[in-house]
């Protein structure tokens, strides 16, 4: 079993402050997991995704995440927030495995990310 | 690469009537296709997996007979909402992974919004 628990369903920042995006999941598997972002009417777009090799994972768009085992976190940030980055973030996570395109996804409940000028 | 189209974008229909949606993966194979749903402001639901030339695997609680989905070749999956009512709009999202390069992750179509009057 899996779970993902977004801590914040919003958050808002100034226009050029730091972002953080908060994450906590449950796994009974060695975990995959992923941030995905959705801008208004739009799909999901992949921002970046731990499968098991570095714990700091660099994404798109200036963002990266911290895979934290010993406090089942994977918190996504932002050194200097864009009004571009106003959207819907989804933390997601998955059982690890070699073809894990085919599993299951399981969706936190998202964070809305709301750029004050 | 890795790039989902879905088509309508957005669709009205009155009462009763069946609407198809359709899914493609544009440069790549998909040998599996989602079919997420999400309401307003919630996450995404998992609707149905389906791999191609096979069944449709539903989740618990969606209704095979009301939402037909077929996945006959390796770029196109199709949704089918029968005798659609209104409790049906929604933005319904799919997501595809493939062979080869394609199997680390789902890559998601831009969704398509149904508005059943």
């Known amino acids: 079993a899996q779970s993902v628990t977004q801590l914040d369903s919003h958050v808002s920042v100034s226009e050029g402050t730091p972002v953080l995006l908060r994450c906590n999941y449950s796994?009974?598997?060695?975990?995959?997991l992923f941030w995905y972002v959705q801008h208004p009417n739009k799909g999901l777009q992949l921002l970046l995704k731990y499968t098991s090799a570095a714990t700091l994972v660099k994404g798109i768009n200036g963002f990266e995440a911290e895979f934290k085992k010993s406090e089942t976190s994977f918190h996504l940030t932002k050194p200097s927030a864009h009004m571009s980055d106003a959207a819907e973030y989804f933390c997601?996570?998955?059982?690890?495995?070699?073809?894990?395109?085919?599993?299951?996804?399981?969706f936190g409940t998202g964070t809305r990310l709301t750029i004050i000028p | 690469g890795a790039v989902v189209s879905q088509h309508p974008s957005r669709v009205i229909c009155k009462s009763g009537t069946s609407v198809k949606i359709e899914c493609r993966s544009l440069?790549?194979?998909?040998?599996?296709m989602f079919w997420y749903r999400q309401f307003p402001k919630q996450s995404l639901m998992l609707m149905a997996t389906?791999?191609?030339?096979?069944?449709?695997?539903?989740e618990q609680g969606v209704e095979k007979d009301k939402f037909l989905i077929n996945h006959a070749s390796l770029t196109l999956s199709t949704l089918t909402v029968t005798s659609a009512h209104p409790e049906d709009s929604s933005f319904y999202i799919c997501?595809?992974?493939?062979?080869?390069?394609?199997?680390?992750?789902?890559?998601f179509g831009p969704g398509t919004r149904l508005t059943v009057l």
């Open positions: 796994s009974s598997y060695s975990p995959s």
């Open positions: 997601v996570v998955t059982p690890r495995g070699a073809n894990f395109g085919n599993e299951k996804l399981t």
């Open positions: 997501s595809a992974s493939g062979t080869s390069t394609f199997t680390d992750t789902q890559y």
């Open positions: 389906s791999n191609e030339g096979s069944k449709a695997t539903y």
């Open positions: 440069d790549f194979q998909a040998t599996t």
